[in-house]
């Protein structure tokens, strides 16, 4: 069966060496991102099928006081994505659409990959009407 076929690609190609790594020490979250997220997400414009990272981490930043507590609300996010809870403008998930949800990675592997992409964020980024409480 065609699908099935496509699906054990996937496996090799990504999950296997995702689920290797719960044998080592902490998960990469840039291999993470490589594999998982890249999927979607460019790191900078022009946009793939999602909004590129960059932009979309700064608003994380933008809107928390401390990068753990950014890295926490991505990690709920992308593992049940939800529009009441989007940190992006109104007009990235009517482009785009909801993310589908990330839930198939371990929680260390979202706490690393949150970490990770926030690194990526270009802080220089706005909301065309800057965010809420935003100078
Ligand atoms: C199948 C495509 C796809 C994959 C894979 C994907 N994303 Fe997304 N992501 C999207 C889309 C579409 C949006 C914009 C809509 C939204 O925010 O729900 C988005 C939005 C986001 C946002 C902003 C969420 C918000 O609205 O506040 C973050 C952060 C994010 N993704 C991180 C990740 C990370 C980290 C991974 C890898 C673990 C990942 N994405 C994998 C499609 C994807």
Redesign the pocket.
Known sequence: MRTRGAFFLLVAAGVAPLAAQDAAAAPDGAQ??QT??S???TVNPPPK???P?SH??S??LQQHQTPEAAAA??VA??KQ?D?T????PAH??AR?????S?AH?TDA??AA??SY?LTLADTTHRMPMGPPGAP
């Open positions: 993470i991102f998982v997220c999927a979607c997400h099928a999602a909004p990272m979309a981490t608003f994380y609300a991505i996010y992308v994505p529009s809870r989007s940190a992006l990235a998930i785009f659409g909801l993310m589908p990330q990675l592997q979202l990959v949150a992409v």
